[in-house]
């Protein structure tokens, strides 16, 4: 599905997707240093850099808006090589991230920021699978329905915030 995506595509994501933020993706990476498995299955999954606030009653989960994706960096290049097969955030990704995306035909999704409960309304369940010690940064499963995202990066090569620069440099 990512190889057919590009840049500025928008896009109603729906089904399993995984939460996880700094503290998580540090954990990942000690993890796969010492040899072990993941808390995850990484082969084609999507992780979404949020850290979801507590639910209020009758709902699945609180706020869930985007993080600021340059914090996974470092992280991000090993778990695409594993076969993770999207990222979702928000802002622009380091040049070692888009060139892992592109190595394996993944992708780059860009959250609407400041819309945490635009994103909560496309939650349907939300499950703590590791790192409950964590609290909001523990690695969450959620089930989404029509999450709405915009495709940055894609395993063309296509940047979207760079693309976007230059048509006002023009």
Same mark, same amino acid.
Do not use: W
């Given at each position: 599905?990512?190889?057919?995506?590009?840049?500025?595509?928008?896009?109603?994501?729906?089904?399993?997707?995984?939460?996880?933020?700094?503290?998580?993706?540090?954990?990942?990476?000690?993890?796969?240093?010492?040899?072990?498995?993941?808390?995850?299955?990484? $082969?084609?999954?999507?992780?979404?850099?949020? #850290?979801?606030?507590? =639910?209020?009653?009758?709902?699945? !989960?609180? *706020? +869930?808006?985007?993080?600021?994706?340059?914090?996974?960096?470092?992280?991000?290049?090993?778990?695409?090589?594993?076969?993770?097969?999207?990222?979702?955030?928000?802002?622009?990704?380091?040049?070692?991230?888009?060139?892992?995306?592109?190595?394996? $035909?993944?992708?780059?999704?860009?959250?609407? #920021?400041?819309?945490? =409960?635009?994103?909560?309304?496309? !939650?349907? *369940? +939300?499950?703590?699978?590791?790192?409950?010690?964590?609290?909001?940064?523990?690695?969450?499963?959620?089930?989404?329905?029509?999450?709405?995202?915009?495709?940055?990066?894609?395993?063309?090569?296509?940047?979207?915030?760079?693309?976007?620069?230059?048509?006002?440099?023009?």
């Amino acid at each position: 599905m990512c190889e057919k995506l590009r840049i500025g595509d928008k896009v109603l994501l729906s089904g399993t997707i995984y939460t996880a933020r700094d503290a998580a993706h540090k954990r990942f990476d000690k993890l796969l240093d010492e040899g072990k498995e993941l808390p995850i299955p990484i $082969k084609d999954a999507v992780i979404y850099y949020a #850290g979801p606030t507590p =639910a209020p009653e009758g709902r699945p !989960i609180g *706020s +869930c808006g985007p993080t600021t994706s340059g914090r996974m960096d470092k992280f991000a290049p090993r778990l695409l090589d594993l076969g993770l097969c999207a990222m979702v955030g928000k802002g622009e990704r380091n040049k070692a991230v888009c060139d892992a995306v592109v190595r394996n $035909k993944a992708v780059y999704l860009c959250a609407i #920021g400041g819309a945490g =409960a635009l994103a909560a309304s496309c !939650i349907k *369940s +939300c499950e703590v699978v590791a790192f409950e010690e964590l609290g909001c940064e523990s690695v969450k499963r959620l089930r989404i329905e029509e999450l709405p995202l915009v495709v940055a990066n894609d395993c063309s090569g296509g940047d979207i915030f760079t693309s976007g620069r230059m048509i006002y440099k023009q």
